[in-house]
Structure formats: C-alpha cells, structure tokens
C-alpha cells in the first residue's frame, strides 16, 4: 500500500510541474507550443529562468514517477534485475514546484 501511495503522490507532482511547464512554455511561445516545440531546446528556458527551473522540476517528478512504478512492479530499489538509484523525493520535487513560483 505504501508503493502505491507515493505513486499517487509522484502522478500529482508529475501533473503539477506538467501544467507549470506548460504554462511557462505557452506565455513564451504561444498557444500551439508546446506541441510543436516539444523537447527542443527552446522549450527548456534559459539558465535560471521559471521556464527552466519548470523543465527541471518536470524532469524529476517524471523520474520519481518512474521510479514508483518500477517499485509496485518489481520490488523496491530494482529494475529489472538491476540497481536504480533513487531519483529525488517528492517532497524535493514539491519544492522545486515551488520554485518554479507557481504552485506551492
């Protein structure tokens, strides 16, 4: 029960810096953006810019989110067969949602 409740914790923080990157990319770039930009390096920001540290944050909820998936699946700390380390918690990520000013 525990591995499924950080899998809650981590979709929420993964939909939140979602919509927060979204958003960053939107004002930026414009309606359609975010899907004809996608990863390219426009869509990441500059160095210490809210669309960066969004990207960022989005980066490692979407690393914690795997990571808890891979827990329920195969066991705590494995993937695999092989040893994952362990992305930032969500309480980390949290915090880099706040930083990124636009959810707490």
Known sequence: ???RN????T???LAKTDLIWRDEVTQRFGPDSVLTLGHREQAKGEDGTPMRRAFEA???AVAAWRNARR???????TYAG????SPKST???SADIAGAGRLA
């Open 6 to 9: 950080c899998l809650l914790e």
């Open 58 to 60: 989005r980066g490692q």
């Open 71 to 77: 827990q329920i699946r195969f066991g705590a700390g």
């Open 82 to 85: 092989r040893n994952q380390s």
């Open 91 to 93: 309480r980390l990520v």
């Open 1 to 3: 029960m525990q591995n």
């Open 11 to 13: 979709e929420c923080a």
